[in-house]
């Protein structure tokens, strides 16, 4: 049986041979991001090539993209059906996130360079995760650009799994640009992000 190599694999291994290694550096960030913004690919294919990855369940603090589909889209301005969050809350009916793609790129790698910060290890390994709270992310300035991408995610309305993403992965799930909006293009989101 052929093994699929996902996206992260292909990037990870190139980023390696290169001397970067994921997280460690704000050069190796810069690296990392730059080459994922020229990588095309779609949410479908990383659900298909990342398998291995889909889990039911979330872990507070870990990253994931999963398919959604709000249960009021009939009366928001614009939606993501393909979210990047950070899982920062429970609810007995879903959860509270911050979702990446909320976000134009460079406010993206400035808010996930702050929440580096938060991190449980240094190792970013399977074990990293980020302390955060929604009370964390307003005590400080430095996470300001977190307060248009907090949203809540109803578990009857998450149409797939959820493809966890390793913390040395990161920086390439940011820059995918797997953005799925609808009801406006994603420079209308940005633009009122910017405004906000």
Not at 25 to 43: E, G, L, S, Y
Not at 131 to 137: E, H, Q, S, V
Request: glycine content about 4%.
């Amino acid at each position: 049986m052929v093994k699929i190599v996902s996206t992260f694999d292909n990037l990870l291994l190139k980023g390696i041979r290169s001397g970067q290694i994921p997280n460690r550096t704000a050069d190796a960030r810069k690296w990392f991001r730059q080459n994922a913004k020229k990588v095309k690919t779609t949410p479908s294919s990383l659900i298909r090539e990342d398998r291995d990855r889909l889990v039911s369940r979330t872990t507070l603090g870990k990253m994931y993209f999963f398919f959604y589909d709000p249960k009021h889209k009939k009366k928001l301005p614009y939606y993501d059906t393909f979210p990047c969050i950070f899982k920062i809350g429970n609810y007995k009916d879903g959860m509270l996130a911050i979702n990446l793609h909320y976000l134009p790129l460079p406010l993206r790698a400035k808010l996930m360079d702050a929440l580096y910060d938060l991190a449980t290890n240094e190792k970013y390994d399977e074990n990293t995760r980020l302390r955060i709270t929604y009370d964390i992310l307003k005590g400080a300035s430095k996470y300001r650009f977190f307060k248009p991408c907090i949203k809540r995610y109803l578990n009857s309305h998450v149409k797939s799994k959820f493809i966890s993403i390793e913390a040395s992965e990161w920086d390439i799930a940011l820059f995918l640009g797997t953005e799925a909006f609808e009801k406006a293009n994603k420079q209308k989101v940005w633009r009122d992000t910017r405004n906000k």
